[in-house]
Nanobody
């Protein structure tokens, strides 16, 4: 299994970005997909997950109402649409895959390389 994240960049506060993560390997639809982030000097934290079929999503309180996770099982891709971005959203964003839903990073077996999101004030 390989995960390749992209879409990060520099954006002003209030702006939007869309992250993408392309999956390579065994059946994509067998995995829950999630996004985590890690800000400088801080621990990696959960952002959102989406179930294998896309029927269930869950968000961290800090991003609820601003971020939307989605997946396209035909394209082996998961997206994170980020709106109303704040400086505190600045972090490296990682996509991850796992056989079951979880919010703990230690539960996820497969990780992408990360993409940097910087939000200026």
């Amino acid at each position: 299994v390989q995960l390749q994240a992209s879409g990060g960049g520099l954006v002003q506060a209030g702006g939007s970005l869309r992250l993408s993560c392309v999956y390579s390997g065994r059946t994509f639809s067998s995995y829950t997909m999630a996004w985590f982030r890690q800000a400088p000097g801080k621990e990696r934290e959960f952002v959102a997950y989406i179930s294998r079929t896309g029927g269930s999503t869950y968000y961290a309180d800090s991003v609820k109402g601003r971020f939307t996770i989605s997946r396209d099982n035909a394209e082996n891709t998961v997206h994170l649409q980020m709106n109303s971005l704040k400086p505190e959203d600045t972090a490296i964003y990682y996509c991850a895959a796992n056989a079951f839903v979880a919010v703990s990073s230690t539960a996820y077996k497969y990780w992408g390389q990360g993409t940097l999101v910087t939000v200026s004030s």
